[in-house]
């Protein structure tokens, strides 16, 4: 039975198979969790990006984790949010299913993600985890995933993730 869990801290300091990077679709590094992750992987992680030759909003690219403890980045680009109606929420869900897809193409076990798309993209917190919750029960069983852990940076994105992850799953 895999683990589902919402921890408070940082996503660079995770010695996971995976971590998922909030990025934009350039992938050449930009603000929030996207800079921290740039800063701790070190400069070879712009130069595997540079190869990837950017990212369409709701797909994810995978690249070496580098200088970070984590062996893999899932470089996830979150839709911009613009009211609701542009596909904002299918967007997000499809970030983290082609997470999880690569988590089964590069056999990772363990994932961490951050809260997409919640920081400079401006998606209302309490809808994009909803999403993100709700998509990872989904699909985590199919990609073999044993450990997922939803990284909050703040004490106030934790606890929407603490509140709606102790409602159990719908079936
Ligand atoms: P986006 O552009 O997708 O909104 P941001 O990086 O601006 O991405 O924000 C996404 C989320 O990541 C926000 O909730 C922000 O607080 C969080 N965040 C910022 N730095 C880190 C970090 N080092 N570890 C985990 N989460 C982080």
């Known amino acids: 039975m895999a683990q589902i869990e919402a921890i408070q801290g940082d996503i660079t300091q995770l ?31 712009l130069d595997a990006c540079r190869k990837l030759g950017g990212c369409a909003t709701g797909a994810a690219k995978a690249t ?18 613009d009211g609701g109606n542009r596909n904002e ?25 951050p809260a997409i798309s919640t920081g400079v993209y401006r998606f209302p917190p309490d809808r994009a985890a909803n999403i993100a919750i709700r998509t990872v029960r989904a699909h985590f069983e199919a990609s073999g995933v044993e450990q997922v852990q939803f990284v ?17 799953a719908i079936a």
Do not use: M
């Open 64 to 81: 070496p984790g580098f200088r970070l403890p984590a062996k893999w980045v899932f470089h996830a680009v979150g839709p911009v949010w």
């Open 15 to 45: 010695s996971v198979d995976a971590i998922v990077n909030a990025a934009n679709s350039s992938l050449l590094g930009g603000g929030g969790v996207d800079g921290a992750i740039h800063d701790a992987a070190g400069p070879e992680l």
């Open 152 to 168: 909050c940076f703040n004490f106030e994105t934790f606890q929407i993730y603490e509140r709606l992850l102790s409602i159990p």
């Open 89 to 113: 929420d299918r967007l997000l869900a499809s970030c983290y299913q082609q997470c999880l897809e690569l988590a089964r193409e590069y056999g990772a076990h363990s994932i961490a993600f």
